[in-house]
């Protein structure tokens, strides 16, 4: 079975320091990936989306960006912390198989920049 | 990609049946209509999808009329556990990552 792993669970960072997010998924091969961000009490924001090694799609201009230097790896980084970098990170896959995508999320990672 | 539109909140008492409206006027001919949960300091999990007519699974039914313009979701007999937000989304497979977006959910809050 498929499953999907992201770390860490909850991060402190100040602001200016950078960032690593990574997530990785098991039990599928060549599958669609995204990064999502959601502030308190919101709705989900697709921040970068991905089809394949190297090929990064940006939904929002920020200080963010994304990797993907494996298939089943991707990461999310940022030189500079803001502190409206806050919220809470989810990654996601989907399967590029069949004609009804569904996106499997990962745990997520709650960022406080202070 | 369709644009979606849903009540903010919803209240309910535990054992009701709850249903969830989504509006999505454009929607294309090739988008299916998911829905998703998500409790609090989670992700959102997969409720269930359909393209037409009627869509049973073991957690919700999910009842699109014949012009695709709006979908309901039905959940039976909700308890306690059912407080959560529910996302409707509108998308196609293209062949590449439908850019899947998310609006804003509906609150449904369940109480004895």
């Known amino acids: 079975s498929q499953t999907i792993h992201q770390w860490p669970a909850t991060l402190v960072q100040p602001v200016g320091s950078p960032l690593s997010l990574e997530c990785t998924v098991e039990?599928?091969?060549?599958?669609?990936l995204y990064w999502y961000r959601q502030a308190a009490g919101r709705g989900l924001q697709l921040l970068f989306y991905?089809?394949?090694?190297?090929?990064i799609s940006s939904e929002v201009p920020q200080n963010l960006s994304a990797s993907r230097p494996q298939d089943r790896q991707f990461i999310l980084s940022s030189k500079k912390l803001l502190l409206s970098d806050s919220g809470f990170y989810l990654c996601?896959?989907?399967?590029?198989?069949?004609?009804?995508?569904?996106?499997?999320f990962g745990s997520g990672t709650q960022l406080s920049v202070l | 990609l369709a644009k979606t539109t849903q009540p903010i909140s919803m209240d309910s008492y535990e054992g009701q049946e709850v249903n969830i409206t989504c509006s999505h006027n454009n929607i294309a001919t090739n988008d299916y209509i998911t829905w998703y949960q998500q409790f609090p300091s989670q992700g959102p999990r997969f409720i269930i999808q359909?393209?037409?007519t009627k869509v049973t699974n073991e957690v919700a039914s999910l009842f699109i009329p014949a012009d695709r313009k709006s979908s309901t979701l039905s959940l039976p007999r909700v308890s306690l556990s059912d407080t959560a937000v529910y996302y409707c989304?509108?998308?196609?497979?293209?062949?590449?990552?439908?850019?899947?977006?998310f609006g804003t959910g509906t609150r449904l809050q369940v109480t004895l």
């Open positions: 359909g393209y037409k």
């Open positions: 996601a896959w989907s399967s590029q198989e069949g004609l009804n995508e569904k996106l499997f």
């Open positions: 039990g599928t091969s060549n599958p669609n």
């Open positions: 989304l509108v998308g196609a497979d293209t062949g590449t990552a439908s850019k899947l977006t």
């Open positions: 991905s089809v394949g090694i190297g090929q």
